[in-house]
């Protein structure tokens, strides 16, 4: 992504990369940010990309805290755009503050992998092993095909503690359920 938008002569003022609490899913996002020194307009530019949504744009005011607009950047028909396809809205929207008029539905050849380290990303921090990548672009889902695990949770009765224990036992790491419940 950098490389796509510094080709163009837009690089972002500054660029955030993280992901967002437990609470929130461990769900991975970016931001990139242009203030108003660096575009077209009257105000700044944020892209705003998260692995669940997709793409989002928000326009700023002098401050990047001045929020003035945020909604999502509609010419994504995917969530794992191809880099040269938002380095083409960007430019536009950096250079008029105008959301182009296009669609782009190609999916960016390393989506499988991101989708993986993110998949992964999750099970490691709850404790689960890694699946990585199957070949051939197959997720591990595909492996066994037409088995499933079906989990009920009592949000009334059952704990987050005990619910965590029942995922992680349906994935076959089995901990002792806690005690108490």
């Known amino acids: 992504m950098d490389d796509a938008l510094a080709a163009r002569?837009?690089?972002?003022?500054?660029?955030?990369?993280?992901?967002?609490?437990?609470?929130?899913g461990l769900t991975s996002y970016m931001w990139l940010t242009w203030d108003v020194s660096r575009t077209g307009g009257p105000g700044g530019?944020?892209?705003?990309?998260?692995?669940?949504?997709?793409w989002y744009y928000a326009l700023i005011g002098m401050s990047p805290q001045d929020v003035l607009l945020y909604t999502v950047l509609l010419p994504f028909r995917t969530f794992f755009a191809r880099p040269q396809d938002v380095a083409d809205?960007?430019?536009?929207?950096v250079r008029?503050?105008?959301?182009?008029?296009?669609?782009?539905g190609a999916e960016w050849d390393g989506a499988g992998e991101v989708r993986a380290a993110a998949r992964d990303f999750r099970r490691v921090v709850f404790g689960l092993a890694?699946?990585?990548?199957?070949?051939?672009?197959?997720?591990?889902?595909?492996?066994?095909a037409g088995a499933g695990v079906q989990l009920l949770?009592?949000?009334q009765a059952?704990?987050?503690?005990?619910?965590?224990?029942a995922v992680q036992a349906a994935y076959g790491h089995n901990i002792p359920a806690p005690a108490g419940g």
């Not at 008029?96 to 782009?104: I, K, L, Q």
């Not at 059952?158 to 224990?165: K, P």
């Open 9 to 24: 002569g837009i690089p972002p003022g500054s660029v955030r990369a993280s992901y967002t609490s437990r609470e929130q």
């Open 130 to 144: 890694a699946l990585g990548r199957q070949p051939g672009g197959a997720g591990p889902e595909s492996a066994s």
């Open 89 to 93: 809205v960007a430019e536009q929207m």
């Open 158 to 165: 059952d704990t987050y503690e005990r619910a965590i224990a």
């Open 153 to 155: 949770i009592d949000v």
């Open 45 to 54: 530019l944020r892209l705003h990309w998260t692995e669940r949504q997709g």
């Open 96 to 104: 008029t503050m105008r959301v182009p008029d296009v669609e782009y």
